[in-house]
């Protein structure tokens, strides 16, 4: 059974940083896209980052230069390192994963969505 667990989340003022994890079992982790996402309050839920199954990667507009994801393989997590947060990154952030990487950035992977962590960003 494939899960993916998300942690990292918290409360953190403007400018700071957080590392998120994404964590998976039941899968073979180094063959599947990974996919961070996220979801505003009232909002639809949105692709932030993505990352190939090789390591390339692409970013929303609004995340990038700031956000960087990678994954460790040996671990099977995927990370998203958050810089320079703003308030307008408080969401709900989850990851998910497909086989096909432009399911994955058209933002409708056929993994498990986790329960997500949550980041807030205010002062």
């Known amino acids: 059974q494939v899960r993916l667990v998300e942690s990292g989340g918290g409360l953190v003022q403007p400018g700071g940083s957080l590392r998120l994890s994404c964590a998976a079992s039941?899968?073979?982790?180094?063959?599947?896209?990974m996919g961070w996402y996220r979801q505003a309050p009232g909002k639809q839920r949105e692709l932030v980052a993505a990352v190939t199954s090789g390591g390339s990667t692409n970013y929303a507009a609004s995340v990038q230069g700031r956000f960087t994801i990678s994954r460790d393989n040996a671990k099977k997590t995927v990370y998203l390192q958050m810089n320079s947060l703003k308030p307008e990154d408080t969401a709900v952030y989850y990851c998910n994963s497909d086989r096909f990487y432009d399911r994955v950035i058209a933002e409708k992977p056929r993994g498990s969505w986790g329960q997500g962590t949550q980041v807030t960003v205010s002062s």
């Open positions: 039941g899968m073979i982790f180094s063959i599947y896209a």
